[in-house]
């Protein structure tokens, strides 16, 4: 549906991005995939290592374990801190050598500004 | 009235909004801003760096004009180390996303009743209509942000959160906030009674602006109805007294010489061109003589190199920025002043983000 605040506006229409779209960015479209995949199974083998982690803290604490404690519950804030340290580790070590060509693998983690 | 706490019943996130639903969603999202960390943003210096040898081994114009940026986006992204960083950021921007939808639709419900509590609450006020007539261009789902700001009711929730997330904890307790709001500019005799943040979103600018200027009326406009309802219920939640309401900012309901200071924080790099200027003029005649506009955002045509310009136009399409090819070569400084502010100088490679000041005329 257009209206009428797009007057002028219709080239807008044609601009990349305009929709979401599924880029490619390989020749070989399998290495597109297989890229996301092997993020994914990163981010699947973390939630795992972590609920690990979790579980061991709660047993070693009080031998009772609930499941809701596992889903909605959180882990010390000792533990949060290892856990934080431990998944940065984790993905530099795992990933940072995609860039290992113009030395991007030594680079220090950090956030936006 | 109060608002139903079990919103807030596994904690709050970056010191102010939900947390996700479960401990699996927030491990998941935590490896994904880790990775955004190393993968991206750590990123951003080496890749450079070694992008412009690229460009300057194989003799490739550094110059901004379209044949040189055509060239050198052939040559760069047939290198297999852009290609994977593209890759990845694609990537990883549409898993956490999807993370964090999912995991906010788990409580749907309560969320949205939070929302409506939050409209019968002070301090501050929200109105918007449900029957608006929303401009297209905005309809995006901008940064792959499912829903866009416009068509996704839990839309202010799903940006605030990707924000954390997008920032890499920058953001944090509104952190980056009121850093940029400290800078913005003021007027020179002092005098700040009104102030304007010009698409809000989850209001963090405004809110760090009012605490700046307490005892000033404080007003924060969205086209996006999800977006303003959101940002009064987190500024209620703070006690932080702001009027928020729906509104283009290219057609202000507010009268001529009626606000001190008028902000807009990330918003014009998600404005086709077109649109900014209107944008800019609006602020101009809301402000009163003396009164101070300041425009947050990337750096804009030409304080950058053809690498510059490469990397913001990439994420026209990898991330769903349409207007971003046309922002950074639009020269914002230029329409200011062109439009009629009296600028400010500043120094435009400090930082990420740029904080262009400029004044309305006194006469
Ligand atoms: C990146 S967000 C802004 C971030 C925010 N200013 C902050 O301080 O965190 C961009 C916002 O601009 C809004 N927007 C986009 N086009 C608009 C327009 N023409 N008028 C008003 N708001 C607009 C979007 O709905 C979105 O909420």
């Given amino acids: 549906m257009t209206n009428k605040k797009n007057n002028g506006l219709e080239y807008v229409k044609d601009l990349p991005g305009y929709d979401r779209g599924y880029p490619i960015y390989f020749e070989n479209e399998l290495v597109d995939h297989l890229i996301s995949i092997v993020l994914e199974l990163g981010a699947e083998l973390w939630v795992v290592k972590d609920r690990l982690a979790h579980l061991e803290e709660i047993l070693s604490e009080n031998n009772k374990l609930s499941l809701a404690d596992l889903q909605t519950g959180k882990p010390s804030e000792l533990l949060q ?13 795992i990933y940072g050598r995609l860039y290992s060509k113009y030395g991007g693998d030594v680079a220090e983690s950090e956030g936006a500004l | 009235m109060t608002i139903n706490q079990t919103i807030y019943e596994r904690g709050k996130t970056a010191g102010i909004f939900p947390s996700l639903s479960s401990r699996r969603d927030e491990a998941y999202v935590g490896f994904i801003e880790d990775a955004r960390n190393l993968l991206m943003h750590a990123q951003q210096k080496p890749i450079g760096e070694y992008s412009r040898s690229l460009l300057q081994d194989a003799g490739k114009s550094m110059e901004t004009d379209p044949k040189s940026s055509a060239e050198a986006q052939e040559l760069l992204m047939k290198d297999s ?37 939050a409209e019968k609450i002070g301090p501050g006020s929200v109105s918007y209509d449900p029957d608006y007539a929303v401009a297209d261009y905005t309809k995006r789902e901008i940064h792959l942000q499912p829903g866009g700001y416009v068509n996704e009711p839990l839309a202010g929730f799903i940006y605030d959160y990707g924000l954390k997330v997008f920032m890499g904890g920058s953001a944090d307790n509104d952190a980056a906030h009121k850093g940029l709001a400290s800078t913005a500019g003021a007027p020179k005799d002092g005098q700040v009674s009104r102030i ?75 404005l086709p061109v077109s649109m900014a200027k209107k944008v800019i003029a609006e602020a101009l005649r809301v402000l009163r003589p003396g009164g101070s506009f300041t425009i947050f955002d990337f750096p804009s045509a030409n304080k950058q190199d053809v690498y510059g310009m490469f990397f913001g136009e990439m994420d026209a399409l990898d991330n769903v920025e349409p207007y971003i090819p046309e922002y950074v070569r639009s020269n914002v400084e230029e329409v200011m002043d062109d439009t009629g502010f009296e600028m400010f100088p500043y120094d435009p490679s400090k930082g990420l983000l740029i904080g262009r000041i400029g004044t309305k005329p006194e006469n």
């Fill in chain 2, 81 to 117: 180390v852009l290609k994977t960083y593209y890759r990845v950021k694609r990537s990883l921007q549409e898993s956490f996303w999807e993370c964090i939808l999912n995991s906010f639709n788990m409580k749907k419900n309560e969320l949205l009743q939070a929302l409506d509590d």
């Fill in chain 1, 81 to 93: 801190e290892k856990l934080d340290e431990e998944r940065q580790q984790l993905v530099k070590r």
């Fill in chain 2, 196 to 270: 304007l943040d010009l698409g809000c979103s989850a209001g963090g600018t405004i809110t760090a602006l009012k605490n700046i200027y307490p005892d000033a009326e404080a007003w924060g406009i969205d086209v996006s109805a999800a977006m303003v309802r959101y940002a009064h219920l987190r500024a209620a939640e703070q006690n932080v007294d702001i009027h928020f309401k729906q509104m283009h900012a290219e057609e202000l309901d507010f009268e001529d010489n009626s606000f001190d200071i008028v902000t807009a924080t990330l918003l014009f790099h998600e």
